[in-house]
């Protein structure tokens, strides 16, 4: 009986020391994996780094579940490969990111990037980068793309102002039998969820490269110095809060954001990338950042060039009517108070019309005497004035009868302060007024500006926008 009992127990004590074993071997063989796997993508980042202007696309093919790229917790998990040019040695002001695939009409992406270059002075191109996403799976197709980007742009890649990269096909979730929201045919539903992935990897590649970024298509043409208007426009909004600034009224052309909101916007694209087109994400995006308005700003500095679309080849003719190829000369309009005793009609208050976003001021019918008034916060030199009233829908409601009048010499308190004389620079023809030169024909610094209405109206004013440049600062 005692032999019996001694070899049970030796047989329990094999048993349970196989497991352990068996256990130690697992947890030993999983830490080898990992081991081997993270030295191999060590080893390919590395080799990422080292390579400059242009290689053979032969991607190491990684295997990953698109579920575990939703995960909310920072950037994405995705080894980029360079295609051209390096990681930037140094943060930019603003990143220029474009996406682009093989089209079966007409390519438009070298003249898109040269148009950005070619628009910008030699001090806006230090605080640019530019990045490229060659987003098709045709590797013939990326090959040539980057010989030619890499021959007319090697200049730009060699000073780190550009940088084209790829993503490998096996971080892309299955693009097959997706929903077939808003009876898109499933070719279509295909072709705008890939879209959205393709943005979502730009977006996480870009997310620390820049303080701003700003979204292209790979078929743009730019205004002159855009960068410049960009800085300008953000400054103006210093101290106010927004998700979207957007320079273009097409799709998903010139909106601009800051970098530290791309993580959450590419998490957000890859989330419901088969739900419905980019732009309209785009919308949704800023929506539930609170940020209810579109704040969209004239003229426009991005302007759509392509007559094929990247889609089947077909015809797209959509056009910004308010872009502008010369439209560095955006307005000072330094701080101010804005007051007016008219019949402000609605929530369109006086704030609307001194300003280049796409709002107005309305009033009900004014009488004699009544004014639109500014209250510069500091004494300026002023050089230009541009005021436009109406709009293209209600052309009628302008101001057929008016002046417009700076003054010195202000009295009051910071509620209530108003200027005690005044000088008339002018009247408004058919609604609108315009000078130049003021700096030579008003000898004071000009403390206030006001639009005095000098003859009663049936119809309503719209005043659409005031613009002001100022001259060098007056010494105080």
């Not at 390919?44 to 190491?60: C, F, M, S, V």
């Not at 308005?293 to 959509?318: C, D, T």
């Not at 101010?336 to 019309?353: D, Q, R």
Request: charged letters at 25%; one cysteine or more; a neutral charge.
């Amino acid at each position: 009986r005692h032999n019996l009992k001694y070899f049970d127990k030796m047989r329990c004590l094999r048993k349970r020391s196989a497991v352990s074993f068996l256990g130690i071997l697992v947890v030993c063989l999983l830490f080898m994996n990992l081991y081997i796997e993270d030295g191999y993508v060590l080893e390919g980042d590395k080799q990422l780094i080292r390579e400059t202007a242009t290689h053979q696309l032969n991607p190491e093919r990684y295997v990953h579940s698109f579920k575990d790229l939703s995960n909310f917790s920072g950037s994405i998990n995705i080894s980029y490969r360079y295609l051209a040019g390096t990681p930037l040695p140094r943060k930019r002001y603003l990143t220029i990111g474009l996406s682009s695939v093989k089209r079966k009409k007409g390519n438009y992406l070298l003249e898109t990037i040269k148009s950005i270059f070619e628009q910008s002075s030699y001090e806006e191109l230090k605080e640019i980068a530019v990045v490229v996403q060659l987003a098709d799976f045709d590797s013939a197709w990326c090959e040539g793309m980057v010989q030619d980007i890499s021959q007319k742009f090697a200049h730009h890649i060699i000073a780190g102002r550009l940088i084209v990269i790829h993503v490998p096909e096996d971080y892309y979730p299955v693009l097959d039998g997706l929903k077939r929201n808003y009876n898109d045919p499933e070719d279509r539903v295909k072709f705008r969820s890939k879209q959205n992935v393709d943005y979502a990897f730009l977006l996480n590649f870009c997310a620390n490269l820049s303080d701003y970024y700003v979204m292209l298509e790979d078929d743009v043409r730019c205004s002159k110095n855009f960068l410049t208007a960009v800085k300008k426009v953000v400054t103006s909004r210093e101290g106010s809060y927004w998700v979207t600034l957007e320079f273009s009224k097409l799709g998903y052309i010139g909106k601009l954001y800051h970098s530290h909101d791309l993580p959450r916007l590419a998490h957000f694209l890859l989330m419901f990338y088969q739900e419905m087109p980019c732009d309209w994400l785009l919308i949704h995006f800023r929506g539930l950042l609170a940020q209810k308005e579109v704040i969209r700003f004239k003229p426009s500095l991005f302007q759509h060039m392509g007559y094929y679309s990247s889609y089947k080849g077909a015809e797209n003719k959509l056009k910004d009517d308010d872009f502008e190829e010369e439209s560095f000369d955006i307005p000072d309009n330094p701080p101010a108070n804005l007051h007016t005793n008219m019949n402000v009609f609605e929530n369109y208050e006086a704030s609307k019309a001194y300003s280049s976003i796409d709002e107005y001021f309305w009033g009900k019918a004014p009488s004699t005497g009544d004014f639109y008034g500014i209250v510069f916060e500091k004494p300026i030199k002023i050089s230009k004035i541009k005021v436009v009233t109406g709009t293209e829908d209600r052309q009628n409601d302008i101001l057929h009868h008016g002046a417009l009048e700076v003054g010195e010499k202000i009295v009051g308190n910071k509620k209530g302060r108003q200027c005690t004389t005044y000088l008339r620079l002018g009247e408004f023809k058919n609604g609108n007024f315009e000078i130049t030169d003021v700096e030579h024909k008003v000898l004071f610094d000009i403390n206030c500006m006001r639009i005095l209405v000098t003859k009663s109206q049936k119809e309503w004013l719209i005043i659409r926008s005031i613009s002001v440049w100022t001259s060098q600062t007056p010494n105080q």
